[in-house]
């Protein structure tokens, strides 16, 4: 223990970050006119525009809101506040919806009808119903309300139909990865033939392709802003590490594409401080990746800090060995999840780390056996009594 905790406080000290997995792209933010530009200079100098404000009251939205969050969007002179408002009632909005939007959005009033026109038509493509349309756009106003590159809005809502993914899963983009319409169709292209081509030189096949690719995109999106010339680097450096294709193709369809987001030199801090941390050869440590690709895209900190915190609650490191995916897991939920065991006398460090494992629905089912077995009667209440006669 002396020797992994040493392991532990020498890998601290060092910077071995890697880029979070789960950052994405912003998404491309409103494009301000001229005026905003000049705003922290000349704010004193403007006035806000008192036919917006009068407008703005008139839809109840909250202008004390909007003044203190978004104040440069009362001092533009041109505004279309009821023509935005009436495209939104159009499709059914109510006026609380109208209001919510107004003013969580406020700069949706710089947006000319015909762009708003524009981009409606282009959310029904996807959308089953007005109403929702109408959720979406009260889910994510601003993706709505950016109406630049609608050209490739549309080519990227046709590529993905083309690809086969559901509409009500492309729609689910827009609102919740808007930022990968706005690349340029042909780049997204590009990195789905180069995703696809990763897939089949590592010996899946032609046959289960397009499904393994439709479920990689519907758990990640932003998988389309990886650099072809990285993703190929990094599977080049797993094979020089010892995996062979199709181990490589087991970590390609686990954790939502993980591997490709990763990067040679962040997989090599991982693997070297989980094979100190673990004290085990490269032939072991290549089996609990295989076990746990989290080794691969957890840095240093944050497998350091899950390994620390499993040892406070009484681990062992060869527990967590046996059972690596226990590290999947945050301290938080794995001391969550240690009360509740103990709450029935039941010593996770005497038994086995599986039943701390999985999703909440998963360890909620298996705590619910555990607990009802260890409070089954000895003996059957209902058995009939043997009486001699």
Known sequence: MTGVLRTLLLFR??????????????????????????FTTDRQSKRENERTVEKLCKFSADVRKIRRLKGWVLLEEETYVEEVVSVLQGLGADAAAVASILERCPEAVLCSPAAVAAQRDLWQLVCRSEQELVRLIEQSPEAFFTVQ?????????????????????ISRFLTTASSIFHHPVEKNKQMMRVLQDSYLSRGGSEANMKVWLLKLLTQNPFILFNSPAAVRDTLQFLQEQGFTDLEILHLLSKLKGFLF?????????????????????????????????????????????????????????????????????????????????????????????????????????????????????????????????
């Open 149 to 169: 590159d609608q050209e490739n809005l549309r080519l990227n809502i046709q590529l993905f139909q083309e690809l086969g993914l559901r509409n009500v899963v």
């Open 261 to 389: 987001q990763l990067c040679p030199r962040g997989i090599q801090n991982s693997m070297s401080f989980s094979k100190k941390a673990f004290e085990c050869t490269d032939h072991d440590l290549k089996q609990l990746v295989l076990k746990c690709p989290a080794l691969l895209y957890y840095s240093v900190a944050v497998l350091e800090e899950r390994i620390q915190g499993l040892v406070k609650e009484g681990i062992s490191i060869a527990q967590i060995r046996e059972t690596p995916m226990v590290l999947e897991l945050t301290p938080q939920i794995v001391q969550y999840r240690i009360r509740k065991l103990n709450s029935l006398g039941y010593r996770i460090k005497d038994g086995h780390l599986a039943d701390l494992n999985g999703t909440k629905k998963e360890f909620e089912a298996n705590f619910g056996k555990i607990q009802a077995k260890r409070q089954r009667p000895l003996f059957n209440p209902v058995a009939p009594l043997s009486v001699e006669e």
């Open 13 to 38: 000290t060092g910077p071995h970050r890697l880029g979070s997995f789960w950052s994405v792209p912003m998404a491309p933010r409103w494009t301000l006119p001229s005026a905003h530009l000049a």
